[in-house]
């Protein structure tokens, strides 16, 4: 039976077009795009594992290896079983960091510029022989049906039509994160075809052949050498090695890690094909001895690897021989279509001079340009499958063509190791074991390939010539190739020592460790200046679409200047520029026009800032010790943020990373809002009164008068530096204090205190003023007796004296009953200090022991700054408290001198002295050491309170001479 060329091409045209059809509905019908979020149909896409090689050339390595083709099935099922120690950490960190290719990949862990070029070219040399094999299945394919047709015309067809669809399904438009949902739907569609076709084929090959499953038992039976020589390739070894290889290629061929990583669009979907994508394996490889056995009874008499279609055509049926041809022709497609794509992206990125952009070319439109350049990539790579299927048509076995770029991705497994686990590991390590575990592929497989193919006739047998005859090819291919690559990699891994880059991505890769990237702050001070910059290099367009696209990624507002923001839109943007051009490109764009601060390093506070985040933000798998300190980290900072005190924590520049809960209440600014802007930008007055404050060399400021929407608030601020291990100051931490409640009362209770001294003086003052009344009495009745007018006015200034004299006393008292609202800064007033203790010495006078005397010394000429009616009351209490300790006929001694920047006041008595038990309670509010009724115990306290409210100390101590004195200390006034 044989069939035209037309029809074959025609179904096979309708078939990929059916394919594209799907693909395309999917990208343009959300609803049917959602579907390539699903597990299972995400697990269905992964069947681009199997290529032509499973649908034809297991059939051929089943004849030669028996049941060892069954390892190619549990290399991928150890694979996808260790899905959360493996798989899982390599799509988080492809995602993260929007990484779209194996180049990307270990480019961004081996930080080179030799790095991805050689990935690159090693994927791109390995996986010819695979695609080789596609077309030299599917032009021998078409040959077997059609009897007629040069196979090499058929090969050059069917490359120029999936170089057509390559484009249409993944080159139609730039999608930086590169998620195609079609290619994954049309994928997932053509696994059913290829297990339905299989299925199929040995259903019937297992009835039309031999009746069903008891003439297969019947026929074994009579054939006991059919089972024997399955078994036999096992007991001789070569399994180890090819579940090694089927283990690498699993994630590492260059069609697989491109659907596992690049095209997940839903990672819980990795769930469900850790055991699924084995399952569908399971089902396309368990078929394969019925075919087998198949075909050997019915003596075909052609190559095993198209038994299927020899089957076909036994039963002469043109529309099972179609079916078969569809099936090994979608197995083929898929795997080019999806190879192309992937290699077309490290090849743009990589290997091509399109995205090296230069003075002239930066107007050019870089999405134009990378599109056209991947299109001319995909064009290219089948054009050198195509011309690597014309060297190697005499190579029979399609299993060895794959094997061989098995064995080629199985090479960057130490690399791998060493990218997940090992954060020691360099990028001269990765480069010399790399380039020693491809010249040791090139050695063992490459280069028999050749001698095979009559290409190179004089190159010696590798086994030979080391003396492994003992050993199978594969196993010796993978033990030399890949022992010398491990060894050199470990070697110059340790004898070189990583960069900051290279040890900044180590983190980033390692499962347990921080992925912060970065350092510092971007000098940028706007979203437009970041634009302004990447335009350089990208184009307004380019550029002006990125930073919206990272803006839009973050949630943040264009007109943000927050520093913290700024640094996560310039890493946002190096990620989406990673997906786009690769992460060594991305890296050095960003680096160049989106500059950091000049230090360069993490200051402490944006260190602790970044942990605290990650330790909130991710759900990072602690144990052992690192659990308990995250618990008391927890517990620690759950205080801070409960504490009624508001405490806000700030960089060197002024970036706010801390603003806790109380704090976010008096300021009525959330949490979330704060962090991350700098100070400067908050709304009033907190930015000027915490820059002021900042900017002030003061550390503490008491009461201050705040002015607030809820009204006015009375604040104490305090202020702390955090420095590094060298001393060097890291950043701030702000207390805020609302102290408005305690204010008021201290105000109240302090005016009690001066309601009771008046009270006292009350006596006094009457005292005061009779003397003077009296006069005014006397020279008031002579006056109508005096003619004389000199006398009279003589009377009347004496008059007019002893009113003033009334006056002076009046006014004293109103000052000192002068209810004031306690100090502020903005109520301090320059006071001298002599006048001040005068006034406090001739209240006492009012209603004080006559035979008391007071003493001043060095008060003339000194100022301080504060309250006159509070610091009055201060004087009148200490002096109080002096003439009731002192006995008769004493004096009491006030001097004052100035030390730095304060002046010292010191008051003594004559009097018995202060009990040594009473020292430490005497500012105590109540305690007193008068009898019950005497005294309320407030006098002293409300002092306490005020002078330390003025930035000053009050201390009380007894002289060695005898007697009481009272110290204290006020800031200096030297304006």
Not at 70 to 81: E, H, K, P, Q
Not at 381 to 408: D, H, K, P, T, W
Not at 832 to 845: C, F, T, Y
Request: glycine content about 10%; aromatic content about 8%.
């Amino acid at each position: 039976m044989t069939l035209s060329l037309g029809l074959i091409y025609a179904v096979g045209v309708a078939y990929l077009a059916l394919l594209f059809g799907i693909a395309f509905l999917a990208d343009r019908v959300p609803r049917v795009g959602r579907l390539a979020a699903n597990g299972w149909v995400f697990s269905l896409s992964l069947g681009v594992y199997a290529t032509s090689w499973t649908f034809y050339g297991n059939l051929g390595f089943l004849a030669d290896q028996g049941y060892l083709y069954l390892t190619i099935y549990l290399g991928v099922t150890l694979a996808f079983a260790a899905t959360p120690w493996l798989l899982r950490p390599l799509l988080r960190l492809t995602r993260e960091q929007q990484l779209t290719s194996l180049a990307d990949l270990f480019a961004f862990r081996y930080r080179s510029r030799f790095t991805g070029p050689m990935v690159a070219l090693f994927m791109l040399a390995g996986v010819l022989p695979y695609i080789a094999l596609q077309i030299k299945a599917v032009a021998e394919s078409a040959a077997v049906l059609t009897a007629e047709t040069p196979p090499h015309l058929l090969a050059l067809t069917f490359s120029g039509t999936i170089a057509l669809f390559a484009i249409l399904f993944g080159a139609r438009h730039i999608a930086p994160r590169e998620k195609h949902a079609g290619l994954v739907l049309a994928i997932a569609f053509e696994s059913i075809v290829k297990l339905l076709a299989i299925l199929v084929i040995a259903a019937v090959a297992l009835y039309a052949v031999f009746g069903g499953l008891g003439g297969l038992n019947d026929w074994l039976a009579a054939h006991p050498e059919a089972v024997d020589a399955l078994y036999e390739p096992v007991r001789q070894g070569g399994w180890f090695a090819m579940m090694i290889l089927a283990f690498a290629a699993a994630f590492l061929l260059p069609r697989q890690f491109h659907m596992l990583f690049t095209e997940n669009i839903n990672p819980q979907a990795l769930n469900t094909a850790a055991w699924a994508f084995p399952a569908f394996l399971l089902l396309l490889n368990l078929p394969m001895p019925v075919l087998y056995w198949a075909g050997e009874a019915a003596g075909l008499g052609i190559s095993p690897n198209y038994y299927a279609i020899g089957i076909a055509g036994l039963l002469e049926s043109p529309s099972l021989a179609l079916l078969v041809f569809i099936g090994g022709l979608s197995a083929a497609s898929a795997m080019m279509i999806v190879t192309t794509l992937a290699l077309a992206h490290m090849g743009t990125n990589y290997l091509s001079p399109l995205t090296r952009l230069h003075e002239e070319e930066r107007s050019a439109n870089l999405y134009t340009r990378l599109l056209w350049g991947r299109r001319i990539w995909i064009v290219f790579i089948i054009g050198l499958g195509y011309a690597f299927y014309g060297l190697l048509q005499v190579v029979e076995g399609l299993a060895q063509l794959g094997l061989i770029s098995f064995a080629a991705v199985a090479q960057l497994l130490p690399g791998l190791i060493g990218l997940m686990l090992w954060k020691q590991a360099t990028r001269v390590g990765f480069l010399l074991g790399l380039g020693a575990g491809i010249a040791g592929w090139a050695f063992t497989l490459v280069m028999p390939l050749l001698s095979d193919a009559g290409i190179a006739t004089a190159l010696p047998d590798p086994q030979r010539l080391l003396r492994a005859e003992m050993l199978d090819p594969w196993t010796f291919a993978l033990m030399l190739s890949l022992g010398v690559n491990a060894v050199l990699f470990v070697v110059g891994s340790l004898l070189t020592r990583p960069n900051p880059e290279e040890a900044e991505a180590g983190r980033a890769c390692c499962p347990n460790e921080s992925t912060a990237t970065g350092a510092g702050l971007p000098l940028a001070g706007d979203v437009t200046e970041m634009e302004t910059a990447l335009a350089a290099t990208l184009g307004p367009g380019t550029a002006r679409h990125e930073v919206q696209r990272a803006l839009d990624d973050l949630g943040l507002p264009r007109h943000t200047r927050s520093r913290g923001d700024l640094r996560h839109l310039r890493e946002r943007i190096e990620r989406n520029l990673s997906g786009l051009l690769g992460p060594v490109l991305a890296r050095m764009i960003v680096d160049q026009h989106l500059r950091l601060d000049a230090a360069g390093r993490h200051t402490l506070s944006e260190s602790l800032r970044r942990i605290e985040e990650q330790l909130e933000t991710r759900p990072l798998p602690l144990s052992g010790l690192a659990a308990e300190l995250d618990a008391l980290r927890r517990f620690h900072r759950q205080i801070l943020h409960e504490l009624p005190l508001g405490v806000a924590s700030l960089t060197n520049t002024g970036e706010i990373t801390g603003w806790n809960q109380a704090l976010a209440q008096l300021t009525q600014v959330a949490t979330e809002d704060a962090v991350g802007q700098n100070i400067r930008q908050l709304d009033s007055p907190w930015s000027g009164l915490l820059t002021a404050f900042l900017e002030s060399p003061d550390r503490q400021w008491y009461k201050l008068n705040v002015d607030l929407p809820s009204g006015n608030r009375r604040l104490n601020l305090h202020r702390s530096e955090l420095q590094d291990a060298q001393g060097q100051v890291e950043g701030r931490v702000v207390l805020i204090e609302d102290v408005t409640e305690r204010a008021q009362l201290e105000s109240e209770i302090a005016h009690g205190d001066r309601l009771a001294s008046i009270g006292r003086f009350a006596a006094g003052v009457a005292h005061e003023i009779g003397n003077p009344l009296t006069g005014i009495a006397s020279l008031a009745q002579t006056l109508p007796l005096e003619d004389d007018p000199q006398e009279i006015r003589g009377i009347a200034d004496d008059i007019l004296a002893q009113t003033r004299r009334i006056n002076a006393i009046v006014q004293s008292l109103i000052t000192f009953a002068h209810a004031d609202e306690g100090p502020s800064a903005g109520h301090f007033e320059t006071i001298a200090l002599d006048e001040l203790v005068a006034e406090a010495i001739r209240l006492m006078r009012l209603a004080g022991r006559k035979d008391l005397q007071f003493t001043t010394t060095g008060l003339e000429g000194l100022h301080v700054r504060g309250s006159h009616a509070t610091l009055l009351q201060v004087f009148i209490n200490l002096l109080t408290n002096a003439e009731q300790a002192s006995p008769e006929n004493s004096t009491v001694a006030i001097a004052a001198r100035l030390h730095g920047r304060h002046i010292q006041i010191t008051i003594d008595d004559a009097g018995p002295g202060i009990a040594e038990s009473s020292l430490e309670r005497l500012f105590e509010p109540f305690f007193t050491t008068k009898p019950a009724g005497q005294g309320t115990g407030l006098g002293l306290p409300v002092a306490y309170s005020i002078v330390r409210d003025h930035g000053g100390t009050l201390m009380a101590a007894n002289r060695p001479e005898g007697g009481a004195r009272f110290l204290l200390t006020l800031p200096r006034d030297d304006s």
